[in-house]
């Protein structure tokens, strides 16, 4: 027997009974089309999200995510990464500008602290003075005005370049990613009439004009004896680049991958980053789309994370390794690592994240082996670790061991964690584990997305 739909009028029908019919099968129509246009909505958004790949970067401030980032765009998507050069010209010209304002403030007080040994005689001269220096550089406040300006940071949420020393660190050197610098520095840079490329123009001139000083300043031994005395460690500063400050400062300067992977930039929020696979390898990949959602690591960023952790084929946690004898910023009291370890735990027991799959990335490896060659002790500040060898290894073998045992005895479901040891900031060693981290990812996302299709 055939149902037709609507059913035929009864033959007897009546004008009204007709009206009333007629609104009835009007209001069921409408019910079923939207039933229909759900349906094929949700077909839609299934069909998309089969050809998503959606992962997290997780990990404090500091870690290395946004780095991490930066990499996977070099190594699959190199064309979007190269056209993003020039915005980071200007980031990392600030980045250096406000490293030598910030250290010009910690050499005026070092100055003018009657403590603080008298200078060697090579100053005593009113040419080589550290103040006739530091009149020589004045121009380079207003430089890092001008950069502030057209990067559309706010002046007001950078750190006060005269707080310069904080337990042994320099003040951050960042400026946050969310200002829409990079939007602005195209938008701009294309319009003809902006006062836009004269300014910088301004500020790459001054930069220049001062280049010979910065040089001098950057290798003079007092100033690195001042710094040493304070506890500074240039190497390990993030943003700092003293060693190319000659390059960076020159009106003809290009960036370089590794000076991109080494500007600070620090997030705020989470930052969604679409990143469309220029570099396909796999045929089963083509039209892939790899969202990345790279969070502000700081403790009151935090809250705003679970938001994101539904859906997810990845989740990259990064523990720097040379966090072991630092603070966290937002908190002097609470020692990296152990924020770091804390945190690993609460990722790895969130129920949401259960069917994701887990990269940890044991970064800044490089720090970690230079602090130690240097003779700091882990055990120093790591309790736990007791007497056991203050070497590389031993030291990245016992973090990973307790990360893992944290994880085995919090995840809610049984996993297996692939753990790297990195460097974030070199370019050789990250292609090696992205690619190989690339085709796991992948497999488990085609894995997870068949299952719910
Ligand atoms: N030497 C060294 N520097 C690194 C490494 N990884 C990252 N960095 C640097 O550390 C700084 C901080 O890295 P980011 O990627 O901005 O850190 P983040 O985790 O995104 O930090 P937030 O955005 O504040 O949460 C940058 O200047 C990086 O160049 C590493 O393995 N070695
Ligand atoms: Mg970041």
Redesign the pocket.
């Known amino acids: 027997m055939v149902n037709d739909w609507p059913p035929y009028p009864p033959l007897d029908e009546t004008e009204l009974e007709k009206a009333v019919r007629l609104e009835e099968e009007n209001v069921a129509k409408r019910i079923s089309d939207e039933i229909d246009r759900a349906i094929e909505h949700d077909r839609q958004e299934m069909r998309k999200k089969r050809h998503q790949t959606k992962i997290l ?1 997780l ?12 990499n996977f765009q070099l190594q699959f998507a190199p064309k979007a990464f190269h056209a993003e050069a020039e915005g980071w010209r200007a980031v990392i010209q600030l ?1 250096l500008v406000r490293s030598i304002n910030v250290i010009l403030s910690l050499l005026s007080k070092a100055n003018s602290n009657p403590a603080s040994p008298s200078p060697p005689p090579r100053f005593s001269k009113p040419k080589d003075d550290l103040r006739w220096l530091k009149v020589r550089l004045a121009p380079l406040r207003q430089v890092e005005v001008i950069l502030n300006r057209l990067l559309g940071v706010n002046p007001d949420e950078t750190d006060d370049a005269d707080l310069v020393l904080d337990s042994g660190r320099l003040s951050e050197v ?1 400026i946050r ?1 969310n200002c829409g610098w990079q939007t602005l520095m195209r938008t701009e840079r294309s319009s003809p009439s902006s006062r836009f490329l004269s300014d910088l123009d301004d500020a790459r001139r001054i930069l220049e004009a001062c280049r010979d000083d910065i040089v001098s300043m950057c290798e003079d031994a007092v100033v690195r004896r001042i710094l040493h005395e304070q506890g500074v460690v240039l ?6 680049f003293f060693d190319q400050a000659e390059r960076i400062a020159s009106m003809t300067y290009e960036p370089t991958p590794e000076d991109i ?8 929020g989470v930052e969604e980053h679409r990143l469309v696979m220029e570099t396909l390898t796999a045929s089963m990949e083509k039209g892939r789309e790899w969202v990345f959602y ?5 403790r009151g ?1 935090r809250a705003t994370w679970a938001s994101y952790f539904e859906d997810v084929n990845a989740v990259m946690f ?1 523990c ?1 390794l ?1 966090g072991f004898d630092q603070v966290l910023s937002e908190d002097r009291a609470v020692n990296r690592l152990i924020d770091t370890m804390k945190l690993w735990k609460v990722i790895s027991s969130s129920k949401l994240l259960q069917n994701a799959t887990f990269v940890l990335f044991l ?5 970690l082996r230079k602090k130690l060659d240097s003779g700091v002790l882990f055990r120093d500040h790591i309790e736990q670790y007791k007497d056991q060898p203050n070497d590389f290894d031993s030291v990245t073998t016992y973090i990973k061991k307790v990360l893992l045992a944290i994880h085995k005895d919090n995840t809610p479901k049984k996993r297996d964690v692939h753990v790297h040891i ?5 370019t050789n060693m990250m292609s090696i584990v992205l690619n190989s981290i690339h085709d796991v990812i992948l497999m488990n996302a085609l894995e997870t997305t068949s299952l719910i299709s």
Do not use: H
């Not at 970064?363 to 720090?367: A, E, L, Q, R, Y």
């Open positions: 970067l990990g404090q401030a500091e870690s290395g995510k946004s780095t991490l980032l930066k980045n960042a990613s190497l390990n500063e993030p943003g700092f992977l080494r500007a600070r930039l620090r997030t705020v790279d969070v502000g690591g700081a960023q990064l720097p040379s970064n800044k490896s490089d720090i990195t460097c974030a900031t070199d």
